[in-house]
C-alpha cells in the first residue's frame, strides 16, 4: 500500500533522488528543505514516515526528531546523516529514530529500509488473531503493536516495540547484540550501538529504575536476556 514519507534534506540533490525512488516504490512523498519546514509539514498533514537530514541549518534533525516524538511517539524515523562518528549516529538513535543511514548511500539501501521500518510498524492484518504476551503488569499486543506498564500505555518507537516483542516471547535467554540485530532489525551486519541504544531506552520505559534493571539484564560477555517475574 502507498504510504505518505515526508522527505528532510538541505540539499535538493538528495531529496530529489529520494524522491524519485520512493514514488517509484509507490509512495506519496513531501519535500521539506529544513527543520521549521518540516515540523509545518507534519503538521498539516502527519506524514506515516519522516526521512530526516541530521544536519541542517536552523532548526537540526536532532531537534526535529525530539519535537516529531513528543506529538507522535510512534511515528517512524529514517535518519540521513553524512557523519561518520559513532557517537553522532548513537545520538541520532538517542533522541528517537527508528534506523539510519550514512550518506553517501545507496537510494535502493536507504528503499529497503524504509520497507521495513513501514512493515514493523503497521499493524496486524484484520482478521488475524492478535497475540498479547503479559509479564507481571506489562504487557504487548502484537496485532494492534501498542504496550502498557500498569495499564499505562507506553510511548514506544517502531523498533522498542520490536525489541520488547522478540525479549517477551525468548524470556531467560541470553542473546548477543549480534543476535538481535538480525532477529530484531533484519541485518545481517550493521553497528551494534543500535541494540545497545535501544536497550536503554525501553529500560528507561519499562524498568521501575533503569540504572538497576529487573526485567532487560545485561548477560556479561554475551548481550542482553529478558527476566520474566518470578
Do not use: N
Amino acid at each position: 500500500m502507498p504510504y505518505r514519507v515526508l522527505v528532510v534534506d538541505d540539499d535538493p540533490t538528495v531529496s530529489d533522488v529520494v524522491r524519485r525512488y520512493l514514488e517509484q516504490d509507490g509512495h506519496q512523498v513531501r519535500l521539506a528543505a529544513d527543520g521549521a519546514g518540516a515540523l509545518a509539514a507534519a503538521e498539516s498533514a502527519p506524514p506515516d514516515l519522516v526521512v530526516l537530514d541530521l544536519m541542517m541549518p536552523g532548526i537540526d534533525g536532532l531537534e526535529v526528531c525530539r519535537r516529531l516524538r513528543r506529538q507522535w511517539p510512534d511515528l517512524p524515523v529514517v535518519m540521513l546523516t553524512a557523519l561518520g562518528e559513532e557517537a553522532d549516529r548513537v545520538l541520532g538513535l538517542e533522541v528517537g529514530a527508528d534506523d539510519y543511514v550514512t550518506k553517501p548511500f545507496s537510494p535502493r539501501e536507504l528503499v529497503l529500509r524504509i520497507r521495513s521500518v513501514l512493515r514493523r510498524s503497521a499493524p496486524a492484518a484484520p482478521g488475524l488473531e492478535p497475540v498479547v504476551l503479559h509479564d507481571a503488569g506489562l504487557s504487548a499486543d502484537t496485532g494492534r503493536r501498542i504496550a502498557h506498564l500498569d495499564g499505562m500505555p507506553l510511548a514506544l518507537t517502531v523498533r522498542e516495540f520490536d525489541l520488547l516483542v522478540f525479549l517477551l516471547r525468548h524470556p531467560a535467554q541470553a542473546w548477543s547484540r549480534t543476535d538481535l540485530l538480525e532477529k530484531v532489525w533484519g541485518w545481517r551486519f550493521g553497528d551494534q550501538s543500535t541494540v545497545t541504544v535501544h536497550v536503554r531506552r525501553l529500560r528507561e520505559k519499562i524498568e521501575q529504575d533503569p540504572a538497576q534493571p529487573r526485567r532487560i539484564l545485561t548477560v556479561w560477555g554475551v548481550g542482553y536476556s529478558y527476566e520474566p517475574a518470578a
